[in-house]
C-alpha cells in the first residue's frame, strides 16, 4: 500500500469515526436537536438509541485490528445508514444543510473502504473460485 493510500485511508477513517462517534453520543443522550430532526424525519425517538448504540459498535469495529468480515459489516451499516438519512433529507426537501453532513460522511465512508489497507480486507479467494466438474 503506498504512502498516499494509507494517509488517505487513516484521514478518511479518523474523520469518518470522529463524526459517527460524536453524532451515536449525541443520539444516546437524545440532544433535543436530534430528537427534533429526528420527529421531523418522520421516525420514532427510540430510534436513536439503536443508531447511536449501532454506531459506537461501527466506529469499534472498524477501529480495531484483525476481524475484517466485522469491518465489511460495520462500512455496510454506515453507508446504509447515511444513505438512508441523505434519503429521508432530500424526500423531505430539507435544506442544504441538512444533506451535507450526511453527504460527506457517505464519501468518507466510500474512501475509508476503498484505500482500507489489505489486512483489513475480506478474502475474496471465492470470487476466482471456479467450481469442479462432477465425477
Known sequence: MSKRNKLIFWIATA???????N???VQLIRLDVEVETMTILGF???????????KILG??????????LLKEWAYAGFFFTLAGALIS?????????????PSIFLMLT????FFRPASRKTHTSYLNHKPSRAL
Open 89 to 101: 433529507h432530500i424526500i423531505l426537501d430539507q435544506p442544504f444543510e441538512s444533506i451535507l453532513l
Open 44 to 54: 420514532p425517538p427510540y430510534i436513536m438509541t439503536v443508531l447511536g448504540v449501532s
Open 15 to 21: 474523520l469518518l469515526s470522529l463524526g459517527m462517534l
Open 110 to 113: 466510500v474512501a475509508s473502504w
Open 23 to 25: 453524532v451515536g453520543i
Open 59 to 68: 466506529v469499534i469495529a472498524i477501529l480495531i485490528p484483525n476481524y475484517p
